[in-house]
C-alpha cells in the first residue's frame, strides 16, 4: 500500500507508521502557520462527516494525498476535543464510507496487505474475482452486519475456508474500519494543542449546536422521560441512529422495549428511527405496536445479562456494576438525580 492508499484509509498500520516517519511533528502541525491549510482541512473534513455522514472521495496524486494524511491526526484531535457521542460515531462512519470506495478499488495485493492489517487473511479464488477466508474470520468481522446475506448460514463453507466477493470484503472491511476509528475516540489532547486549534474546535462545535437545534428530536421530545437517565447501552444505541448507523435486530428491540416501558410515546420513538438508514416508517410503526402489546403481548427490555450475551451492553458506567437490568439503572438514577435536586433547592433555601 502507498500513501495514496494511506489518505484513503487513514486508521491503517502502514498510515499510522507513515505519520510517526514524517518529519513534521504533530505539535508543528498544531501551532506552525505553515501548516494552516492542513489544519483547515482537518476541520473541513468533520465539518464534512458532520453535515453528511460521509466524506467526498477524492482522486488524489501523491503531494495531495500526503497533505490529506496530514489533516488525519488533526481530525482525531478535535473530534476528540469535542467529545460528543453523536460526532465520534458520525465521523467514524464517514472515514469508513471514504475507505470503502477505496478498497472497492484496490488491486489484490493492496487487499491482502490491508485485510491482514485487521487480522483477516485472504486468498485470491484463481477461478473468479472473488476471495477465500477462513470462517472465523469471517464472522469475526460480520456478526455486526445485520442482513440475511451475512449469516454463516447463507454462505457455503469448505473445510473451514468461505468464498466472497471482493464487493462484500469490502463492505466487510467498511466495518473494521469504522470499529476502529471509533474505539479510538475520544483520545487525550494536551492543554496546549487545545489551545492551538481553539478556532477551529470552536467552529465544529458551533456547526453540532446548531444542528441539535434544527433536529426534529430533541429534549423535549423525551417528555416527561429524562434522557440522561438513560444507560450507556441505550443512550448509545440512539446516537448511532441519530449518527445513521444501523442497529441490530435485538439492539432495536431494546431500545424500543426500553423506551416504551419508561413512557415514551410511540411516535416518538418512529421519530428517532426516522435517522436510521433502512427507515420505513410504516415497519417502524408496526414493530412498535407489536412490541406495545398490540398482539396481546406487552414485552419488557431485556436484562444486561441478555443484552450482554447479544453484544449490545458497553458496561462501561459504574452503576452498572450494581443493577442487573437496564430499567433498574434508569429508575435509580432518575431517583438519585431527584434527591440531588432536592438537597440542592434545601440548600440554597438556607
Ligand atoms: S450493564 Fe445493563 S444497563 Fe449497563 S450498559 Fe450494560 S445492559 Fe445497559
Redesign the pocket.
Known sequence: MDIIDFANIPCTTGALEYLRKSDIGSNDLCTQAAFESIRSTGKERVLEALKDGAMKYRRFNKLAAEKELLAYPITRIIVSCINNNYLTKRYALAVARLSYEHIIELKIDALKELAADFGINITADSRNMNVVMHFTDYIHHAHVLHEPKWKLLNRTVEQGMLTISIGDLARLMEEAVRNKVELGLPHEVPQDIREALKTYISEVQEAINTRAGKQDFSREDFGEVVPDCF????SSAIADVQANVNLSHTMRFAMTTFLLNIGMKPEKITEIFRASPDFSEQDTNYQISHINGASGTTYTCPA?AT??TNG????K?PM?KK?E??LV?YRRKVWLENKKQVKKEYLEHQ
Open positions: 444507560p450507556t447501552c441505550i444486561c443484552m450482554a449490545n451492553c458497553p458496561g458506567a452498572c443493577i437490568h437496564p439503572y
